[in-house]
């Protein structure tokens, strides 16, 4: 973890000649007898992405995004404010801005602690420069050529690449000091088939926390082209589904979005403090079908839902909310 916050400092406050004594003493402006908790979050993202169509690239995009964003919270209250730029002027605006949600009160004394002691969920490695730019259009190029070699009806073939690398670093007044390097990948491949006067659409994508050499090893990225394809069939052959209420069976993957947005919202911690969830100070109660059991897990390696340390710079674990039909926790 101490190379990774020298490698994530290096990045982040080097070029502006920021340094931690600069840091501590802007913190120290946050820490008021009226604030509970001030903090620096510090990102810095790389990202780039290729499209192929109609068997040539199309599309292609850089980004580059830097920042600061500053957090005063002061019981329920919470000022943000942010600079669109890591430089040490900017930073102490946003500090004002932020900390201006509690005027009175000294300046408090902050010592950060050590970094934060997390187990690396992911390799700190630059996806972007994992292959070079004829390999990345080898690789849109093969996956199109698999789509189409399924179905004499595949009539279009879209694959988008994507890859990113972003660095992070959480600063409190709590000592917090954490840290992290993440790497995300992604290919999505999209078809378009065709029978008579009738045309339907398929799509798979996937991808996780490494390299793009990811999608060159075992059969992952013809796989995605040939489940596309698969999907697309089944859709043209598809019937309008009866009305009225009936049994539906949710499988592993999307279907965690709709949970998600059904009873995750309601289980996160801000609204249950508040008491204003569904699920304030329900925890032993039934809230759901015995069938039913929810687990919350960010420490999953190498998942793209996955990080070492969250946001606010804590290590990332698994959490049961729902056991058995039981709330367990938020």
């Not at 378009?192 to 075992?218: C, K, M, N, P, Y």
């Not at 009305?243 to 289980?267: I, K, Q, R, S, Y």
Request: glycine share 12%; net charge negative.
């Amino acid at each position: 973890m101490k190379d990774m916050l020298a490698t994530v400092e290096d990045q982040l406050w080097a070029p502006a000649g920021i340094s931690t004594a600069d840091v501590e003493r802007l913190l120290a402006r946050l820490a008021t007898s009226s604030i509970d908790l001030g903090e620096f979050y510090f990102q810095h993202q790389r990202a780039e992405s290729w499209a192929l169509e109609d068997g040539i690239v199309k599309d292609g995009t850089f980004s580059l995004d830097r920042g600061v964003g500053v957090r005063a919270v002061s019981g329920d209250r919470t000022g943000f404010a942010y600079a669109e730029d890591i430089a040490l002027p900017a930073l102490a605006a946003a500090t004002d801005a932020a900390r201006s949600i509690a005027r009175h009160g000294q300046e408090g004394r902050v010592n950060t602690g050590p970094a934060v002691a997390a187990t690396a969920r992911y390799p700190g490695i630059d996806p972007i420069t994992s292959l070079d730019e004829r390999a990345k259009v080898a690789l849109l190029a093969a996956v199109d050529a698999e789509a189409r070699r399924q179905d004499p009806r595949v009539q279009e073939v879209s694959v988008r690449l994507g890859a990113s690398q972003e660095y992070v670093l959480v600063v409190a007044t709590d000592g917090t000091l954490a840290a992290d390097i993440r790497p995300l990948v992604r290919l999505d491949v999209s078809v378009i088939v065709a029978q008579g006067a009738r045309r339907e659409r398929g799509s798979a994508g996937g991808g996780g926390r490494t390299d793009l050499g990811h999608f060159l090893t075992g059969d992952f990225a013809l796989g995605l082209a040939r489940e596309a394809v698969r999907t697309a069939l089944v859709n043209l052959q598809a019937e309008d589904a009866p009305a009225g209420p009936m049994t539906v069976v949710l499988g592993p993957g999307w279907p965690g979005v709709l949970l998600h947005e059904a009873v995750g919202h309601g289980l996160e911690g801000d609204f249950n403090r508040k008491g204003s969830s569904a699920f304030s100070n329900r925890i032993g109660e039934q809230v759901a079908s015995p069938l039913c059991t929810v687990v919350d897990d960010g420490s999953m390696t190498g998942r793209r839902g996955s990080l070492s340390v969250d946001d606010e710079g804590t290590p990332t674990g698994s959490t049961v909310l729902i056991e058995n039909g039981i709330l367990r926790g938020y």
